[in-house]
């Protein structure tokens, strides 16, 4: 296991560096459901595997961001192209410990320990033979305007946003958010990107997600809080069609720091930046959306 973490952590390492962090999606191919989702079962992946399978989209130039295990190609009468190679994606599961003999009551005692098992999924531009109705069309776009989806979210969350000054940010004793004027922004999807950081950091709020600023040995509380905004902003985006960007490159140095002293940093921050999205999304009508796949429909 400490392999994995050290192998994932290295390929978001890289792409930091190279200043392209995984969890911003720069392009759109299905803006009706813009998250790497399961092709076979139409659930979104979700924490880290967004990560993982941007990546592997980014580098391959994947037009679509839809993927399937092998089994689930052959049942659906397609077949992986001969010399493709998957993309490991991580299931993890919650399992209960006990004592040898240890009868399985509710009021028995057990440890409660978490599983983690990689399995292999390709993208469907590795698959020849898939029905023409089950790929998204790329070049089709909706009829309702990113924006609006983005406004959507803003007004159901019911948080306060006060707006002036050239400063945005979340005041966590007031549990406002303070934004420039919509006017100081020369485009929408930059305010829409910064409004959606901001309100990442009011899910920690304890009346939401309970997410205090707990410091970790290897990253500042506030840089870490700022690395679970980033992604969960990017989540956001992503669901309204909104081309993220990484709005606090000053941080940049300080994750990259981080991540390379603690493999499982990246895991956490991912958890809990997909947590913050589900809550937002969960207000809005939308949280369905954003299931991840059952084990039995994703195990290879």
């Excluded at 192998?7 to 392209?20: F, S």
């Excluded at 580098?59 to 190609?73: E, F, I």
Aim: net charge neutral.
């Amino acid at each position: 296991m400490n392999d994995l973490y050290d192998a994932v952590t290295r390929r978001i390492v890289a792409a930091l560096e190279a200043g392209t962090p995984p969890w911003i999606q720069p392009w759109s191919t299905d803006p009706a459901d813009p998250y790497p989702a399961n092709l076979a079962t139409g659930r979104a992946y979700r924490g880290i595997n967004v990560l993982l399978l941007n990546l592997q989209a980014a580098a391959r130039q994947y037009r679509v961001n839809r993927w399937m295990t092998y089994r689930q190609a052959l049942a659906m009468g397609a077949q992986v192209r001969k010399g493709e190679v998957g993309t490991p994606v991580i299931l993890f599961k919650m399992k209960e410990i006990r004592a040898e003999g240890e009868p399985a009551a509710p009021d028995a005692t057990a440890r409660i320990v978490p599983l983690m098992r990689t399995f292999v999924v390709f993208n469907a531009a590795q698959i020849d033979g898939l029905p023409p109705k089950a790929l998204p069309d790329p070049t089709a776009m909706p009829e309702w305007t990113p924006w609006e989806s983005a406004e959507l979210l803003l007004d159901a969350s019911g948080a306060a946003i006060s707006y002036g000054g050239s400063k945005a940010f979340y005041a966590p004793g007031q549990d406002r958010i303070q934004m420039p004027p919509r006017s100081a922004f020369a485009e929408g999807d930059a305010f829409y990107a910064t409004a959606l950081h901001e309100l990442t950091h009011s899910t920690g709020h304890p009346s939401r997600c309970n997410r205090p600023l707990l410091p970790r040995q290897a990253i500042e509380a506030y840089a870490f809080e700022e690395l679970v905004a980033e992604m969960g902003a990017a989540f956001l985006c992503a669901h309204c069609g909104l081309q993220g960007r990484l709005e606090h490159a000053s941080y940049i140095e300080s994750w990259l720091r981080a991540l390379r002293q603690d493999k499982r940093l990246i895991f956490t921050a991912a958890a809990r930046a997909q947590a913050a999205a589900d809550y937002v999304l969960g207000l809005a009508g939308h949280g369905p959306q954003a299931q991840a796949p059952a084990a039995s429909e994703v195990a290879a």
